[in-house]
């Protein structure tokens, strides 16, 4: 199973809030540009690297349904600025939410100080108002201090519901990508290349078999390897069509 690397951490250790990023600020050690598929989207790996050595404050958005990789793509983003000894960090919008609105807020008044801040999912946030206060706060600060903000959303700045028209229209202003679904091979290969690098000895058959099972999207896909990848393990037994059929109850 992949090991995780934690990230920077505030100064100030002993304050709780920071004992809470210690929790959350981690990203999984394949989260880079190299493990990604770009085929569907060349153009993203430019933008990707013009982004993060841009000189002065830029934000950008990535917009895609469920597993497009922005999830992916947002962590190897913070981990190529982490690389080159900058301050990122990664949250998914879903662990804020898990905070509340109060602590979340607090929390990211205390990330301003990062260059590079990636929030996933960011359209989840945009419903309540105290959410979108604290994001608008946000992006102005980070403006004023020169640093690169990047978004990921299921939906465009224009047609996502946003209750602070003044953070949507930020929003609007933002570079936007938006991201292609891999076709049926891209993911097959994808996900031999995966299994590849988790050690795993996967045929052609059985990744086919897999891509055929599971939701047709890389996020479902690899969380099926990932729940394989353990089971393969414990069973002491290789990845067979057989095996994944009577694991996976397929």
Same mark, same amino acid.
Not at 24 to 50: C, G, H, K
Not at 124 to 133: A, K, R
Not at 170 to 175: K, V
């Given at each position: 199973?992949?090991?995780?690397?934690?990230?920077?951490?505030?100064?100030?250790?002993?304050?709780?809030?920071?004992?809470?990023?210690?929790?959350?600020?981690r990203?999984?050690?394949?989260?880079?540009? #190299?493990?990604?598929d770009?085929?569907?989207?060349?153009?993203?790996?430019?933008?990707?690297?013009?982004?993060?050595?841009?000189?002065?404050?830029?934000?950008?958005?990535?917009?895609?349904?469920?597993?497009?990789?922005?999830?992916?793509?947002?962590?190897? =983003?913070?981990?190529?600025?982490?690389?080159?000894?900058? @301050?990122?960090a /990664?949250?998914?919008?879903?662990?804020?939410?898990? &905070?509340?609105?109060?602590?979340?807020?607090?929390?990211? @008044?205390g990330?301003?100080?990062?260059?590079?801040?990636?929030?996933?999912?960011?359209?989840?946030?945009? $419903?309540?108002?105290?959410?979108?206060?604290?994001?608008? $706060?946000?992006?102005? =600060?980070n403006q004023?201090?020169?640093h !690169? !903000?990047?978004?990921?959303?299921a939906?465009?700045?224009?047609?996502?519901?946003c209750?602070?028209?003044?953070? #949507?229209?930020?929003? #609007?202003?933002?570079?936007?990508?938006?991201?292609?679904?891999?076709?049926? =091979?891209?993911?097959?290969q994808?996900?031999?290349?995966?299994?590849?690098?988790l050690?795993?000895?996967?045929?052609?058959?059985?990744?086919? /078999?897999?891509?055929? $099972?599971?939701?047709?999207?890389?996020?479902?896909? &690899?969380?099926?390897?990932?729940?394989?990848?353990?089971?393969?393990?414990?069973?002491?037994?290789?990845? =067979?069509?057989?095996?994944?059929?009577?694991? &996976? $109850?397929w």
């Amino acid at each position: 199973m992949s090991s995780e690397i934690e990230l920077p951490m505030n100064q100030l250790a002993t304050d709780p809030l920071d004992q809470q990023l210690t929790l959350n600020m981690r990203l999984p050690s394949y989260a880079n540009w #190299q493990n990604f598929d770009f085929v569907a989207n060349p153009e993203i790996f430019m933008t990707l690297q013009n982004f993060v050595q841009a000189p002065t404050s830029q934000v950008l958005l990535l917009q895609g349904s469920t597993g497009t990789g922005k999830t992916h793509l947002l962590q190897a =983003t913070a981990q190529t600025v982490i690389d080159d000894n900058r @301050r990122g960090a /990664y949250f998914a919008a879903s662990e804020l939410l898990a &905070m509340g609105v109060s602590m979340g807020a607090e929390l990211l @008044r205390g990330l301003e100080q990062y260059e590079l801040l990636c929030i996933d999912d960011i359209d989840l946030l945009c $419903h309540d108002n105290d959410w979108c206060e604290a994001l608008f $706060h946000l992006y102005n =600060t980070n403006q004023q201090l020169g640093h !690169l !903000l990047l978004f990921s959303s299921a939906k465009t700045a224009h047609n996502m519901t946003c209750v602070l028209a003044d953070l #949507q229209s930020r929003l #609007q202003l933002a570079l936007m990508f938006s991201l292609q679904e891999l076709d049926e =091979t891209q993911q097959m290969q994808q996900l031999l290349v995966r299994a590849h690098q988790l050690g795993l000895s996967m045929s052609t058959e059985v990744a086919q /078999y897999i891509c055929l $099972h599971s939701e047709r999207n890389m996020g479902s896909i &690899m969380a099926a390897l990932q729940v394989l990848d353990a089971a393969s393990w414990q069973a002491k037994r290789k990845l =067979t069509i057989p095996f994944v059929k009577q694991f &996976m $109850h397929w």
